[in-house]
């Protein structure tokens, strides 16, 4: 699975942004698709996960602010970040999990796309 992201960029505090993530070359269906984030100096983690049945999660620090989702046909996932933060600021990646016929557990990560929140 080969996964694209897109729309990062610069916003101010308050603002919004919109992320994208295109997947291609799967033999089958992605289970879950994710959006993690790494700011400087911090380690990786997990901002929201949907699965194929969109059941949702989301880290505490975003709840009520961003909202994730997924176009299972066109095998997109997206993230829409509202009230954004200067904390918010980190390179977020797309993420996404894909179980096989034969139970093979195949993850695949896209190259980040730069969030910046600043004044």
């Known amino acids: 699975v080969q996964l694209q992201a897109s729309g990062g960029g610069l916003a101010r505090p308050g603002g919004s942004l919109r992320l994208s993530c295109a997947a291609s070359g799967s033999r089958f269906s992605i289970n879950s698709m994710a959006w993690y984030r790494q700011a400087p100096g911090k380690e990786r983690e997990l901002v929201a996960r949907?699965?194929?049945?969109?059941?949702?999660e989301y880290a505490d620090s975003v709840k009520g602010r961003f909202t994730i989702s997924r176009d299972n046909a066109l095998n997109m996932a997206y993230l829409q970040m509202d009230s954004l933060k200067p904390e918010d600021t980190a390179v977020y990646y797309c993420?996404?999990?894909?179980?096989?016929?034969?139970?093979?557990?195949?993850?695949?990560w896209g190259r980040g796309t730069q969030v910046t929140v600043s004044s």
């Open positions: 949907i699965s194929s049945d969109y059941r949702i």
């Open positions: 993420n996404s999990i894909t179980i096989t016929t034969l139970g093979e557990r195949l993850v695949a």
